[in-house]
């Protein structure tokens, strides 16, 4: 899972929200096109703030589908019922989708990793967490060790012991803590005549 796939180029508000869906022109009506363009906003590329907060009160309850999410506004707000795709109702849900998750992952301090990331955590020994999903649709979070191949140039990620690296750069990743030796970190609190390690100079 991975960060939203277009910064978003115009952001709307309540006021500006209601006016798209009840404006006839849709999307013209904002300056947008249908697809993206070299010059111009998608509209892929526009976010509805208001949308997004009145997604996340519903998720208070649980997971937020798209379809639940569209009907829900429109009730709220006394709109007439939209088709679920290709309308622009069901665009801006389906954008809130991926914003609100990009979102939510900066809140809780993930990042893209990129190489600078990899290079920090290969230089203090720190572990890159970096999250997932499983087969359930659930968040994972899965530690990869970082370091050098034999017979290649760079820094490769991996897990566990595991011989293949993993590609996580543009992944929400964030630095773990180093990994402790517990028992060695003990060994070390006990006097040495006391750990069975022989003393040679006493």
Same mark, same amino acid.
């Given at each position: 899972?991975?960060?939203?796939?277009?910064?978003?180029?115009?952001?709307?508000?309540?006021?500006?929200?209601?006016a798209l869906l009840k404006d006839p022109r849709g999307w013209e009506s904002i300056?947008?096109?249908?697809?993206?363009?070299?010059?111009?906003?998608?509209?892929?590329?526009?976010?509805?703030?208001?949308?997004?907060?009145?997604?996340? &009160?519903?998720?208070?309850? !649980?997971? =937020?589908? /798209?379809?639940?999410?569209? *009907?829900?506004?429109?009730? @709220?707000? +006394? $709109?007439?019922?939209?088709?679920?795709?290709?309308?622009?109702?069901?665009?801006?849900?389906?954008?809130?989708?991926?914003?609100?998750?990009?979102?939510?992952?900066?809140?809780?301090?993930?990042?893209?990793?990129?190489?600078?990331?990899?290079?920090?955590?290969?230089?203090?020994?720190?572990?890159?967490?970096?999250?997932? &999903?499983?087969?359930?649709? !659930?968040? =994972?979070? /899965?530690?990869?060790?970082? *370091?050098?191949?034999?017979? @290649?140039? +760079? $820094?490769?990620?991996?897990?566990?012991?595991?011989?293949?690296?993993?590609?996580?750069?543009?992944?929400?990743?964030?630095?773990?803590?180093?990994?402790?030796?517990?028992?060695?970190?003990?060994?070390?609190?006990?006097?040495?005549?006391?750990?069975?390690?022989?003393?040679?100079?006493?």
């Amino acid at each position: 899972m991975g960060f939203q796939r277009h910064t978003p180029q115009i952001v709307l508000d309540k006021e500006q929200t209601l006016a798209l869906l009840k404006d006839p022109r849709g999307w013209e009506s904002i300056g947008v096109t249908e697809e993206i363009t070299d010059d111009g906003i998608s509209k892929w590329k526009v976010k509805s703030q208001y949308l997004c907060d009145f997604m996340d &009160e519903m998720e208070k309850d !649980g997971f =937020v589908y /798209n379809v639940a999410a569209l *009907r829900a506004f429109e009730k @709220a707000h +006394g $709109l007439e019922p939209s088709p679920e795709n290709g309308s622009v109702l069901s665009v801006l849900v389906y954008n809130a989708q991926d914003f609100r998750r990009h979102d939510r992952l900066v809140r809780e301090g993930w990042t893209p990793c990129d190489d600078a990331m990899m290079l920090r955590a290969y230089q203090t020994g720190r572990p890159i967490i970096a999250q997932g &999903e499983n087969m359930i649709g !659930g968040t =994972v979070a /899965n530690g990869f060790k970082v *370091r050098k191949m034999k017979g @290649a140039i +760079g $820094l490769y990620a991996f897990r566990g012991r595991e011989r293949k690296p993993f590609n996580l750069r543009g992944m929400p990743c964030k630095l773990g803590e180093i990994e402790v030796d517990v028992q060695k970190q003990a060994e070390q609190a006990v006097p040495p005549e006391q750990s069975g390690i022989q003393v040679l100079f006493a």
